[in-house]
């Protein structure tokens, strides 16, 4: 690929930015070719930007594609980019992978793994997941 886009200094700015907070990395510096700047302009100040999704929520749904295309390459970066809860996640997959996990319980501050794992439910015919009651959870999991 040549030197042919057309650039935005504003929108290549305002990636390189995006591009530092999502993977914690300080001060990116610009890179030359199309290809880096497609990522800059186009990935990080459109998509990464786009209104209804958290940095933390994009980076989930990254994180399952990757897993279920078995990107492994790909997935070690966003998982040392994001939080404990990327290798936790990473660790229960694993888990539930190899069979050893009979349940999963998600915690009522997880909304979006709530509605995540429900609309899969329901644009296959399968009713929502159960809510159960704090103190119901432990005879749930047994």
Do not use: C
């Not at 997880?110 to 439910?121: A, G, K, Q, V």
């Amino acid at each position: 690929m040549g030197d042919d886009m057309d650039s935005d200094p504003d929108k290549r700015q305002r990636g390189l930015e995006v591009m530092a907070s999502v993977y914690g990395w300080p001060g990116v510096g610009d890179g030359p070719g199309d290809f880096f700047g497609y990522t800059v302009e186009h990935l990080f100040a459109e998509i990464w930007e786009r209104e209804g999704l958290s940095y933390r929520d994009r980076r989930l749904l990254l994180i399952g594609l990757l897993v279920g295309r078995g990107m492994d390459d790909v997935l070690g970066l966003q998982l040392e980019a994001g939080d404990e809860d990327y290798v936790m996640a990473a660790s229960q997959q694993a888990a539930a992978n190899a069979g050893a996990l009979d349940h999963i319980v998600f915690g009522r501050n997880e909304p979006t793994l709530h509605h995540y794992h429900n609309t899969y439910r329901a644009r296959l015919g399968m009713d929502p997941l159960p809510l159960f009651a704090a103190e119901d959870v432990g005879a749930v999991v047994g």
